[in-house]
């Protein structure tokens, strides 16, 4: 009988103490927290005007999408794609900043005295499946991906080489696949600020929702 009356108190125990879990939701809490502190600025290095144009939007908006705060263009400066990718964000939400910086060092030296670190994407590095776990004790980074050849200078002052596998492919490709593993999957359900527009995925067919329209500011 009191054997009975001990397994009975200890089950309604382990309930209490789920639905406390449940109440206090701490998974969710520190994850959101992470995603809080967590700061991400994309470096693109050599951009040219007309020639890069189509991948260094490209760049931006993977850039955007992924969960990075800003993209800071090394190189030519490109009005035009600056523009193309703030209507973007004018519309689907933000915050994302685009600037131009003509000296990739000034970048760095600005950066590393806020203390984010430095990581280059190159398929010379080393391999982001060994070093993914010490990555992600970074709070701020700044990821460079490269178009044009990338001076040896670069390799030296960074605080990571990474490459996403070492065979020769995309920096659109190696941006996404780096921002995935850095955030483990959580930019995909980032929130947008301000935007005007979003969509409602469908199993099928296509739902766009105009925010203003509807009267709310998401
Ligand atoms: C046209 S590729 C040049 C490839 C170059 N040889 C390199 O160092 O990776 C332009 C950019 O794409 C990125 N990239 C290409 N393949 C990569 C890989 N396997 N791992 C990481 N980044 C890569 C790099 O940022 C590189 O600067």
Not at 25 to 43: A, D, H
Not at 54 to 80: N, W
Request: hydrophobic letters at 35%; glycine letters at 6%.
């Amino acid at each position: 009988m009191q054997e009975k009356k001990i397994t009975k108190r200890n089950k309604k125990n382990k309930l209490n103490q789920k639905a406390l879990l449940k109440k206090t939701n701490y998974k969710k809490y520190f994850t959101k927290l992470v995603r809080i502190i967590r700061e991400i600025i994309v470096i693109r290095y050599g951009h040219r005007t007309v020639r890069d144009y189509r991948v260094t939007s490209h760049c931006a908006l993977v850039a955007r999408a992924l969960g990075a705060k800003e993209i800071i263009i090394c190189g030519d400066k490109d009005e035009s794609m600056k523009k193309s990718v703030d209507d973007v964000t004018k519309r689907w939400g933000g915050p994302f900043k685009v600037s131009f910086e003509e000296d990739w060092k000034n970048v760095f030296k600005k950066l590393k005295k806020k203390k984010i670190k430095l990581a280059h994407l190159t398929m010379y590095g080393e391999n982001i499946t060994g070093i993914e776990k010490k990555l992600k004790k970074e709070q701020k980074i700044a990821v460079l991906i490269g178009s044009q050849k990338v001076e040896r200078e670069v390799y030296e002052k960074v605080d990571y080489n990474i490459a996403i596998t070492h065979q020769p492919h995309s920096e659109i490709a190696a941006l996404a696949i780096f921002l995935d593993r850095y955030q483990e999957g959580k930019e995909l359900e980032k929130k947008f600020k301000n935007k005007k527009i979003c969509i409602k995925g469908q199993k099928n067919g296509k739902k766009v929702v105009n925010l203003k329209r509807v009267g709310s500011k998401r």
